[in-house]
C-alpha cells in the first residue's frame, strides 16, 4: 500500500509500560493498512527537522483507528515524544516497510523479543493466533524493569518464557539459550523475532543450525522510510552474492538465514 502522510495525527493516549513509553494516536488510513512487521516514521523535536525516527507498529485498532508504538525514551528525540500528551498532534507517515510474513493455519510459531523489541510482535501473535497458529514466546531483557510484558502476548500465546541476563526475573541467560529447547517441545516450525541487532544475529545462526526458519524484524535507523536516503542498508545474500538491501523497503524483516551479520 502507498504510505499515507499524516501531518497532524492527534495523540489519543500516552501511557508506560515498565521502563518503556506506549503513545497512541489517532489514523484510520494507517491503521487500516498496518500488518505486523511494519513501522511508522514520526517527526520528533521541535521543529522536527528533516530527518524522522522510525517505530515500530505495537497495536493497531482498525475499529477506533488507532496505531500505538513504544519506545525507550532514550534520546532527545524519544525524550520529546514521551512528553506528548493526549490533544496533541504529530507528524506521521505509514505504514511502511516489508513486515512479517504469515503462513498457513498449520503449526507452531516461536516469537522471541528483546527489551522493547518485544511490542513489535504483539501484533503478529495476535495475527497468528486468529488464525489457527500455535504461538510460543521468549521474552528477554537485561534485567526484570527493561522486559516488555503486554497482556496482547500472554492472551495469544500457549507458553512465555522470561529470560534476563542478571536472573532478576524468569530464567537467568539469554533468549538464545531456551530458544532450542522451547523449540523441540513444541515443534516450532518458524521463529520471528526482534531486538538488538546482536540478538538477532544469534538467533538467526541458531535457527539456521536447528533448520527452522526465522524472520528477523531489524532495528536500523530508517530516515526516510522510503528507501532514498540509504542510510539502513544491511548486506543480505542472494545465492551466492551478497547485495545491500534497504530496511526500509525490502525489510525491516528479513530471512534470517540470509542476512550477513558482520
Known amino acids: 500500500m502507498i504510505p499515507v502522510v499524516v501531518p497532524d495525527a492527534r495523540v489519543v493516549a500516552a501511557d508506560t509500560a515498565g521502563a518503556y513509553r506506549v503513545l497512541t494516536f489517532a489514523s484510520r488510513a494507517i491503521a487500516e493498512g498496518a500488518r505486523p512487521g511494519q513501522f511508522v516514521n514520526i517527526a520528533v523535536g521541535d521543529?522536527?527537522?528533516?530527518?524522522?525516527?522510525?517505530?515500530?507498529?505495537?497495536?493497531?485498532?482498525?475499529?477506533?483507528?488507532?496505531v500505538s508504538v513504544a519506545f525507550d525514551a532514550i534520546g532527545e528525540g524519544t525524550r520529546w515524544l514521551a512528553v506528548r500528551a493526549p490533544d496533541d498532534t504529530i507528524d506521521?507517515?505509514?505504514a511502511l516497510g516489508h513486515g512479517f510474513e504469515v503462513p498457513d493455519p498449520r503449526g507452531a510459531d516461536l516469537i522471541v523479543g528483546g527489551g522493547y523489541g518485544s511490542a513489535a510482535l504483539a501484533y503478529l501473535a495476535d495475527e497468528l493466533a486468529q488464525r489457527g497458529r500455535e504461538v510460543h514466546?521468549?521474552?528477554?531483557?537485561r534485567s526484570s524493569d527493561r522486559i516488555f510484558r503486554d497482556d496482547l502476548i500472554d492472551a495469544s500465546c500457549a507458553t512465555v518464557t522470561v529470560t534476563t541476563d542478571d536472573g532478576s526475573a524468569g530464567v537467568q541467560g539469554l533468549v538464545t539459550d531456551a530458544l532450542p529447547e522451547i523449540a523441540r517441545a513444541h515443534d516450532v516450525t518458524t521463529v520471528y523475532a526482534c531486538g538488538p541487532n546482536r540478538m538477532l544475529a544469534a538467533v538467526g545462526e541458531l535457527c539456521a543450525n536447528l533448520g527452522i526458519a526465522s524472520q528477523l524484524a531489524v532495528e536500523e535507523f530508517m530516515a526516510c522510510g522510503i528507501g532514498v536516503c540509504w542510510t539502513c542498508v544491511l548486506p543480505v545474500r542472494r545465492g551466492d552474492a551478497i547485495a545491500h538491501q534497504r530496511s526500509c523497503t525490502e525489510g525491516p524483516v528479513f530471512e534470517g538465514a540470509a542476512v550477513a551479520w558482520a
Request: net charge positive; aromatic share 8%; hydrophobic share 45%.
Open 137 to 141: 514466546a521468549i521474552l528477554g531483557a
Open 47 to 66: 521543529g522536527c527537522g528533516l530527518l524522522r525516527r522510525p517505530f515500530s507498529v505495537y497495536r493497531v485498532d482498525r475499529t477506533l483507528g488507532t
Open 92 to 94: 506521521v507517515v505509514g
